[in-house]
Structure formats: C-alpha cells, structure tokens
C-alpha cells in the first residue's frame, strides 16, 4: 500500500492492508496528488452557525482509488446536523471513540513515520468511506455541520479549524473561509487574532468577514470573535492567564457604531503636503495626483482643506484652509493637475507653512487637525538637519496637529519621518518601490476620513495594568478599531468599571464598562504572542530609532525566547544561548557558541540598522517594526516573513511557539528553551514503544513531540531527547509514574490541558462540533482490484 498526505492529510495507498478501520502503508508513498481548492462558507445567525466545506481532490495517480475519510473531534463538542458528500453521493459516517481512534492516530503516525498527528490522541473521530476517485480526476467532497455558540463576557469565539501546514505536502491553489455574520443587536467589536481578514459592514447588525489567500499552507485555525452593543462605543475584554501563573493577559478592543448621523462626525480641517521636486517626475507624480484627488472627493462637506505643494520653494493653493465647497474643491483639483515635478526639496518649508495655517485658521474648536505629508527625498533645500526639523515641527504643533507621512519609493530618510510622526501624534506609511502611491493614500484617507472620538485615555478602575501598546492611544474613526495589548496583576483579579474617554464635537465625554480579569482562563491562548509580538516591535523601534541599549536588547532577546517571536535580527536571536543535549544524529551547530560574542554581534547589527536611515533598506526596517508593534495577529510557523539587517526578506522557520512554549531549532534538533543543560535526559528513540507510551501519557506531551523527529522537551527535573537514538521498550511502571508526575508539574493536569472552556473563562469556546475539516481530517485512499483486496484483507486477518 502506499500513501500520501495532502490537504486533510491524505493518504494515498496502491496496494491493501486493513486495521482497526484503517488502512496501514506497507509500499512507498505515491507522490502526485492535491487538493485543488478549499473553500469554506459560514453563516453565523444570532449565535447559530452553520458551516459548510467544499473541497476538491485531485487524484493524479493512474488507477482508482477508495477512501477513508477521517477527522477527529474535540472533547465538550457536539455534532448536530451533519452531512457529508462525494459528489452527488450522500455517505454514511460513524463515531470512534477515544480508545478506537487512539489506536487508529497512533498506527498512522508509526507507519508514515510522522508524528504530525500526535497532537490529537486522546479524542474521538469521524469516519466516512469515499469510493471511487478516478485516475486524473478529481473528487468533490462537501461537508455541512450546525453548531449553537455561547456567548461568556459578552464575547463569542467562533474556531475554524484550518492548519494544515504539518500535514499538506503542497500549498493549496485557493483557500477561503467567508462568515455571512448576523446578530440581533448593534455588531461592535470584529476581530481575528490568527488571520488578517476582511471586515464588510452591512449595517449595524450584519457583517461578512473574508479570508482568501493562494497557493497558501495555513499553519493556524482560524479564529474570530465578535460582541455586540447598544454603546456608541462597544468595548470588551479578552484575557488569558495560566491557573499559578504570573500576570495576566489582556486584549481591550473599542469599535465605534456603523451607523452615524453628522453630530457623530467631527469635521476636521485637513492640509495636504505634497513634494513636486524633481525626483517625483513621472508615475510617482501622476499616482501621487491621483491619491489627492481621491482624497479631496472624500472630503465632508463641513471639512476645511488645503493643498500645499513644495520642491525648491513652497506653493500653497490657499494661504489658509477653504470649506469643502464644489467651488473650493474644483479649483482646488485644478492646482493639483497643473503641478510639475522640478527643483530640490524644502521639507522644512512646507511643514512649516502647514502647521503654521492649522495653529492660526479661525473657529478651530472641535475640529481634529490634520496634515497628510507625501515626500520621495531628503530635505535638500532650507534647513537639511533632520533633526533640527523635528524640533522645529514640535515647536510650531501647538494645536496637536496628527501628522501622517508617506515616504516614497527608495531615497528618504525613514528614520526622520517615523520620528516625525511619533513625535506628533501621526503615523507613517512606506510605499516602497512598484507599490501603488494611489492605493496606499486612499486606503489610509478612508480610515481617517470620519473622526468618531479623539484624544483618548483610558482609566482602568483600580486594575493594576502594566506593559500596555500601543503606548500612544490612536483616535477612533468611523469603522476602525482599537486594539490595546497588556498585562495585570493576578493578585487583582476582578470586575473592574473601565472609563474610556475622548472628544466628540469639541466636548469631552465618557463612557464606563465592567470588564472582568480573571484570576484564571486559557481560553484566549493567542494573547501572550500577540502581546509579545508588540513589545518587541516597541523595542525594536526604539533600539532602531535612538541605538544600542544594552538592558533593551536583553529583555528583547528574552521575550523572543520564551513566546517563539522572532525578532527584526533572527539570524543572530535563533543562535543565541541555544543548549541543546548532545544528540545521536551529529554535532549541534552553533549550539554552544559563547553568549558574550553573540551579544555583540547582535549589538553591531542593531547599531549597523540604526545607520540605514535613507533608502530602501532604511524603509523595510522601518515597516518591519510597525508591523510588529501594531501586530493584530500572531504569526504562524510559515508566516514568520521578516527583513534582516541588511534589509533582505527572509522566511524563517527555526523558531516555534507550542501551546505557549518555544522551539529553537540547533541543527536537527527542535530544543525547548525552558530546558537548561543541568538537566538529566531521557534520550526515546522516535516511533519506539516508549515514544508512544509517552505521548499518550499527557496531551500536552504529544503536542511537544509533534513538532518533529528530534525535539527535546524540558520536564520539571528532567528532559527527554526524541531522536533516532534511545530507549525503545517501555519505560517501568515506577519509571513512567515518575515521568507523568513531571508532566503534571511542567504542564498542568491533563484535563485543565484538554479542557476547552472554563466556567470563569472571558470568552465562549465554539470551534464547531468537530475540528475536522481543514488540516486536521484524515483521508486514506486506497487503490487496487476489489478481488485483490479481499485477499490483502485475508492475508491480514
């Protein structure tokens, strides 16, 4: 029999030997054969989901094949409503409990040699036969399932299970997963932590959200939450904290109502600042036009704009901001077709024009101030010291004018526009070569266009909160969201009245919601990463923005460590302090390099970035630490894309997050970084009787071993090294009761680990009735003549 996983793990088997319900290679794996599409709907009314998957499987080989369908289910979850379809074929399924389906997940794992599946020992499945599949062609299979899911703080979690990264052996041409969102009170708060989505609002109580990518191996389940409101502004809380961990986790989400009438709008008085100097010639020009236009046709009609153009010497359209009149908006899309790119670049010039016409334009109360700065270069004309500039623009912004700049192509300084907008309540965008200047602009015009509440602050209720990004509140507008990422104390676990504040209209207001922070829930396990993620993005960029700090750089290392981070400098962190246990399979690279010398070399990289202020590699790092420090989702292990020192774009896989611990990869090893070299090992040979007495000794054990063929897991005294090179027989029963009380005490008992939701978790657990589509469903095909097998099942009763 031969075998190949793909898609939902397929296997693909020419010759017969059937086991406990499955079927067991005993020939080489056949290559050729994928999965075409896979494509989700889901319609989730007033907490009623009803999911459907359609999926196609290409046989390549040249014989038909049958199949076994297999997915498992997770504990707590029912099935209700379950279809599944070849075609135009309805099939039968059955139910396997734990023991049946262990027995199945284990023999799959020894006979592949792939210990993808250990994660999954312990649950139920669901199994379905598929006959036939024809030689080059390809199967259609649709699955449809209902689920109720229940709403805990206000928060509902809806999971759908799509990592297929460990299992597909090739990436799937398309892959999409749509949720027609519906809810009989005001949607507020939308949000993934695991994907970067599309948010459709249809009004105040219905939503589509998108995920669509191609030729993509998704590596992480799709999760999204949502909670309604009858607030103008909803807020909620998610949170995550280990039971006799330290501080908590937090995640504070704020969306303001869809639906708005003109008193929820504050106009604004809005200056554009555009370079025409010389280096702006041609289609960046034209885009650059094109992005005004876009944004003078957005205006409100309450709005005061104006459009000021700078190269050598600085021509504003008006000597001060205009209503958003057609008149005003006709002469002014005038001006902008009649600018030519020619002369040097007064930066200074131009900002200084501009906030000079905000701080002095007349009846300026309410109205949120903005500049939106364009540039391509340097300051070449005027004042040329960047940093005398940025003292200058504090000085002249005494209005708290936001200022948001795009740098353009590969010749300006990103470290000055960063600093400039940090320094002044703004932002920047880098459009960087071959990107669209029009589709950058407008995007961004769209999300500040609506001003809903400005200059926010936050009172916590008595909570203890600490580490919290961003460090600067944005501004609400019409559709954004605001994602606040920190820690509390334990010690103060409560219900708290959480007072958000801001300006509507000029007015200050308030608004005050009981959150609660639990002394206790693991249902939100994204939020540690995501928090993570943005404090070292917070402390790249200062580390970028003002050098080397030594005390920084270590407490940077150390958050990429302990969550599976990675940082802007991976080829220096993933090498950094790794003490990997000598291992049968070679010498660990780099494994015992001296700490001291890689603090330094990882500090020469730092100061080395520090110097590409100017050009295309100054603008990648610069993107690369926003992305970070704004992170709104974790990485998966094939996602993990990042820029080095030198600007180049690297994909790194050598460095792993598990259930909230990290794998470092030395050589072939995977190395669990709580593991210290003081401690004993216990070297198992992978695929041995031992190997599986210990995954199945605690799911959280089998999860660590997933992570490969060689991994060594840090106990509470010990480790264990899986290797080619170990005990094979089964440990003793001492031997083992000690090993599992080392679990217990590293992990946590079994069942908290297994347990999906807590009575006092924050948010509700709804990953479906069966985790079974999507990377986590087994399909074993077989192919061969009925007669012969029927004697292959003979030969092997």
Not at 181 to 186: T, Y
Not at 414 to 419: P, T, V
Not at 580 to 586: D, F, H, Q, R, Y
Request: hydrophobic letters at 40%; one cysteine or more.
């Amino acid at each position: 029999m031969r075998t190949l996983l793909l898609g939902f793990m397929l296997m693909f088997c020419a010759g017969l030997a059937l086991a406990d319900g499955m079927l067991l290679p005993v020939r080489p794996e056949v290559p050729a054969f994928g999965v075409s599409y896979h494509r989700v709907n889901v319609t989730l009314d007033r907490q009623v989901a009803t999911t459907e998957v359609d999926q196609a499987f290409l046989n390549r080989g040249n014989r038909q094949v049958e199949g076994t369908y297999i997915f498992p289910i997770l504990d707590g979850m029912t099935i209700s409503k379950f279809s599944m379809y070849a075609g135009n074929e309805e099939l039968t399924h059955r139910i396997l409990e734990k023991e049946e389906a262990r027995r199945i997940y284990t023999g799959i794992v020894s006979k592949r040699q792939d210990p993808a599946l250990l994660e999954w020992l312990g649950y139920r499945m669901i199994q379905a036969r598929v006959f036939p599949i024809e030689p080059n062609q390809e199967k259609r299979i649709r699955l449809s399932y209902q689920e109720v899911v229940s709403a805990k703080q206000n928060v509902v979690k809806y999971v759908y299970p799509l990592k297929t990264e460990k299992v597909s052996a090739t990436p799937l041409r398309d892959c999409s997963v749509t949720i027609r969102l519906r809810a009989a009170a005001p949607l507020r708060n939308i949000y993934s932590p695991t994907h970067a989505v599309t948010i459709e609002r249809k009004g105040e109580h219905e939503a589509v959200i998108t995920y669509r990518e191609k030729n993509v191996l998704p590596d992480q389940d799709l999760v999204l939450y949502y909670a309604t409101s009858p607030d103008p502004v909803g807020v909620d809380l998610l949170a995550y904290r280990e039971p006799g961990a330290g501080d908590g986790y937090f995640l504070l989400l704020a969306s303001p109502r869809v639906e708005v009438t003109a008193e929820d709008v504050q106009p604004k008085d809005v200056v554009f600042v555009l370079d025409t100097s010389g280096s702006m010639q041609g289609e960046k020009l034209v885009q650059a036009k094109a992005a005004l236009q876009f944004c003078l046709n957005s205006l409100d009609a309450r709005d005061r704009f104006n459009v000021i153009a700078f190269s050598t010497e600085v021509n504003p359209w008006r000597r001060e901001p205009q209503t958003a009149a057609p008149a005003h908006l006709a002469e002014a899309t005038t001006f902008i077709k009649g600018l030519t790119a020619i002369g040097g670049t007064n930066i200074h010039g131009a900002l200084e024009t501009a906030l000079h016409q905000l701080t002095h334009v007349a009846d300026a109360a309410g109205r949120p101030p903005v500049v939106v700065f364009l540039t391509d270069g340097l300051p070449t004309i005027g004042e040329t010291s960047t940093n005398r500039i940025l003292t200058a623009v504090k000085t002249w912004n005494t209005r708290r004018v936001r200022l948001f700049n795009f740098g353009v192509g590969a010749d300006y300084n990103a470290h000055f526009l960063d600093k400039l907008g940090n320094a002044n309540y703004g932002d920047t965008e880098n459009v960087l070569p071959k990107e669209d200047i029009e589709v950058k602009v407008s995007d961004f015009y769209t999300k500040i266009a609506t001003p809903m509440l400005m200059n926010l602050a936050l009172d916590w209720g008595g909570m203890e909160v600490a580490d919290i990004y961003p460090k600067q509140l944005p501004d609400l507008f019409k559709g954004s969201q605001l994602i606040i990422a920190g820690r509390y104390k334990a010690a103060g676990a409560k219900d708290c009245a959480v007072r958000l504040s801001g300006d509507i209209a000029g007015k200050r207001q308030s608004f005050t919601y009981t959150l609660h922070f639990p002394a206790s829930s693991t249902d939100a396990e994204h939020l540690p990463r995501l928090w993570a993620t943005r404090k070292i993005g917070y402390l790249e960029e200062q580390l970028r923005l003002h050098g080397m700090q030594k005390e920084m750089l270590e407490e940077l290392i150390t958050l990429s460590k302990t969550y599976g981070v990675l940082s802007q400098y991976t080829s220096f962190l993933v090498d950094l302090d790794v003490n990997a246990p000598p291992s049968p399979i070679g010498a660990v690279p780099n494994a015992q390099r001296d700490a001291a010398d890689l603090m330094t070399a990882y500090a020469r990289s730092v100061d080395a970035s520090r110097g590409i202020e100017a050009g295309i590699d100054g603008a990648r790092q610069s993107r690369n630490t926003k992305l970070s420090a704004k992170a709104e989702q974790v990485k998966g292990p094939s996602s993990q894309l990042m820029y080095d020192e030198a600007g180049n774009a690297m994909q790194v896989t050598s460095l792993r997050n598990v259930n909230q611990r990290s794998f470092v990869q030395a050589g072939a090893q995977w190395v669990d970084t709580q593991y210290s070299p003081k401690q004993p090992v216990v070297k198992v040979r992978v695929f041995s009787a031992a190997y599986f007495q210990l995954a199945n000794a605690h799911p959280q054990m089998a999860r660590f071993m997933s992570v490969g063929h060689n991994v060594t897991v840090a106990l509470r005294d010990t480790a264990v090294q899986v290797s080619d090179g170990g005990q094979e027989t089964e440990f003793t029963t001492a031997e083992m009761k000690d090993l599992s009380e080392q679990m217990n005490a590293s992990f946590g008992m079994p069942e908290d680990v297994k347990t999906t939701a807590r009575p006092d978790t924050p948010v509700a657990h709804a990953t479906g009735p069966l985790p079974l589509l999507f990377g986590m469903a087994l399909l074993v095909l077989r192919a061969g003549w009925r007669s012969r097998r029927r004697e292959s099942d003979h030969a092997n009763v």
